[in-house]
C-alpha cells in the first residue's frame, strides 16, 4: 500500500496502476506499508531513488543502515512493535529525505506511526516539509517508547508486589516459578526497547550531521531534542532492566528457600523415625539369645523407647528453632 500525504494534510493512495507520471509538488510524505515489488518500482520511477527491499532493511551494516546517495538520505532504524502483547517484536524502518519529501518503508504497524498519522493535522502548515515531519515523526517515536517503559514500569511493580506481598504466608514453589514466566516477558519487552533505543541513537547522531539539518535552526534543534529524550530513555530503560534482573534473582531465591524448606522438612522426619526404627531393627532380630525377648514388660518398654527416642529429637528440634 502506498499512502501519500499532501501539505494539507490529506491522504491519497497511490497504485502502480494510477496513470500519475510524476509526484505533485504538496506531495511531503509517501508511506509505503507491506510494498509489492510492483509498488516498489512504481514509487522508484515516481522520484528517481531506488527503495530498499526488505532483505537491505534487515542489513546490520552501519554503512548499509545510514547513508547519503545523490543528494538523498537513507536511514533504518529498528522499532518496537507489538509492544501491548506477550511477544513484542522488532521491525526495520526505513527513513528516506528526498527532494524535500519524507519516505518512509516499513513492513509492521508501530503504533507509533498510527498516533504520528493522527495528530498530523496539528503540524503547523507553514511546517508540512519532508525534514520537518521526519524531526516530527521521530519525536512521537521516542514518545512512544517513553510510554511503552511507563506501562512496564506499572506491570513490573505488580509483578513485584505479587513476589513479595505475604511474607509471612508460605507460597508454593509452583507459584513463583509461574512469575518466572511473567519476568520473561518483561525481560524480552525491555530488551526490545533497549535494541530499538540504540538505533534510534545511531539513527539521530547521523541525521544531526545531514547539512539540510544542520541548515534548518528549528528542525535540528527538535532533533536534538528528541536526541537527548532517547538518551535519557534509553538510560530509563537500563534501570528497568536492572529492577528485572533483581526480581528475576529475588524469586530463584525465594524458589530455593521454599524447596529448601520442603527439603528441610523431609530431613527433620527422617531423623525423627531413624531412632525408632533403630530400636525396632534390634528387637526384630531372630537370635535366640535375647533375653529382653522373655521379659513381661518388654513389649511395652519396647514401644515405650521407640515413642521415646522419636518424641525427643522432635522437642529438640522445635527448641533450637529448626521446625
Given at each position: ?14 497504485a ?12 511531503v510524505w509517501?508511506d ?32 548499509s ?6 543528494g ?67 519525536e ?9 517503559l ?12 505479587d ?15 509461574g ?9 524480552r ?9 540504540g ?8 541525521l544531526?550531521?545531514?547539512?539540510r ?78 533375653p529382653?525377648l522373655?521379659?513381661y ?10 515413642v ?9 528440634f ?6
Amino acid at each position: 500500500m502506498i499512502n501519500a500525504y499532501r501539505a494539507n494534510g490529506s491522504l491519497t493512495t497511490l497504485a502502480p496502476a494510477d496513470s500519475l507520471r510524476a509526484l505533485p509538488d504538496d506531495i511531503v510524505w509517501i508511506d509505503l506499508v507491506h510494498p509489492t515489488k510492483e509498488e516498489d518500482a512504481y514509487v522508484e520511477g515516481l522520484i528517481g531513488i531506488q527503495i530498499p527491499t526488505r532483505d537491505e532493511l534487515k542489513d546490520i551494516e552501519p554503512s548499509s543502515r545510514l547513508y547519503i546517495e545523490d543528494g538523498s538520505v537513507f536511514m533504518t532504524a529498528s522499532l518496537v512493535w507489538k509492544a501491548d502483547t506477550n511477544i513484542p517484536e522488532l521491525t526495520d524502518v526505513a527513513f528516506i529525505l528526498s527532494g524535500g519529501r519524507l519516505i518512509t518503508i516499513r513492513y509492521a504497524e508501530p503504533k507509533a506511526f498510527q498516533l504520528f498519522i493522527g495528530a498530523l493535522g496539528r503540524v503547523p502548515a507553514d511546517l508540512r516539509d519532508g525534514t520537518t515531519l521526519l524531526a516530527r515523526l521521530l519525536e512521537t517515536i521516542a514518545d512512544r517508547t517513553a510510554e511503552v517503559l511507563e506501562h512496564a514500569v506499572i506491570r513490573i511493580d505488580r509483578l513485584s508486589d505479587d513476589i513479595f506481598r505475604d511474607r509471612g504466608k508460605r507460597r508454593p514453589p509452583r507459584f513463583l516459578e509461574g512469575k518466572l514466566a511473567d519476568i520473561s516477558e518483561h525481560h524480552r519487552l525491555i530488551s526490545k526497547v533497549r535494541d530499538s533505543l540504540g538505533s534510534l541513537s545511531r539513527l539521530l547522531t547521523f541525521l544531526l550531521n545531514v547539512p539540510r539539518i544542520e541548515e534548518s535552526k528549528h528542525d535540528g534543534s527538535l532533533c536534538r531534542t528528541v536526541a537527548h529524550d532517547v538518551e535519557t530513555l534509553s538510560e530509563h530503560a537500563a534501570f528497568i532492566a536492572g529492577n528485572i534482573s533483581f526480581l528475576l534473582d529475588a524469586s530463584l531465591g525465594l524458589i530455593n528457600v521454599e524447596q529448601n524448606a520442603i527439603i528441610k522438612i523431609f530431613s527433620v522426619a527422617a531423623v525423627v523415625f531413624l531412632p525408632p526404627t533403630l530400636v525396632a531393627s534390634i528387637y526384630g532380630m531372630n537370635f535366640n539369645f535375647m533375653p529382653e525377648l522373655q521379659w513381661y514388660f518388654g513389649y511395652p518398654l519396647a514401644l515405650f523407647a521407640m515413642v521415646m527416642s522419636a518424641v525427643v529429637p522432635f522437642f529438640f528440634f522445635r527448641w533450637k528453632g529448626w521446625l
